[in-house]
């Protein structure tokens, strides 16, 4: 437990990533600070501040075309919501999809276990955590599908599990129609999605 333990400012703000002995779910749970963490094999990381008016744009867009298609089959969740794979390891992806076939693994304090799709909607300050970090941790805890969105290039990167990694199955762009073999209800294009995002340059 963590009575014993402060998590010590630097300056203004928290270090990215806290050095603790293993913190579990309980632990986490417990703080009340007013900032996010996500918990990685025991590690206290701070996330970034709030997503951007386009990330939220985005992922409420994305969500909205899941549910028009698939709202039937599957319970569609958006961050912040716990994804609690196991006592040391507690992620928040941007959207996660779980059949109602498996809505045993969903619980008033998250999602404990493995959804059938988690999504990351890229930032600069999220890159390499969505990409790599993320990318192991869902794969190691069984994620059969897992999506990257890639604001900057208008992409989005789907991944399907092999064994203990992720391979990338295919890059959607432009007016090509975003689709699953293990989710086929899915159907829209990135195009779409980013052409509801304004001009937010001034």
């Not at 501040?49 to 569609?76: F, N």
């Amino acid at each position: 437990m963590m009575d014993d333990k402060e998590i010590k400012r630097k300056g203004n703000s928290y270090p990215d990533r806290v050095k603790e002995d293993k913190v579990t779910y309980e632990d986490y749970a417990s703080l009340d600070d007013g900032n996010r963490y996500e918990l990685a094999n025991g590690v206290l990381e701070l996330m970034s501040p709030g997503p951007s008016v386009p990330h939220q744009i985005i992922c409420a867009e994305i969500l909205k075309r899941m549910a028009d298609t698939c709202d039937a089959d599957y319970l569609i969740l958006s961050a912040p919501v716990d994804l609690i794979l196991s006592a040391i390891e507690v992620r928040q992806p941007d959207l996660m999809m779980i059949h109602r076939s498996r809505l045993g693994i969903v619980s008033h304090r998250g999602v404990e276990g493995p959804p059938d799709l988690v999504v990351e909607i890229l930032s600069p300050s999220t890159l390499r955590r969505d990409k790599l970090d993320k990318s192991r941790s869902y794969a190691q805890y069984g994620i059969p599908e897992y999506w990257i969105v890639d604001p900057a290039l208008g992409a989005l990167e789907r991944y399907e599990l092999n064994g203990e990694a992720y391979l990338l199955s295919e890059i959607f762009t432009a007016e090509m129609t975003v689709q699953s073999n293990h989710i086929p209800c899915v159907s829209f294009t990135m195009g779409d999605i980013l052409s509801r995002v304004p001009d937010l340059s001034n």
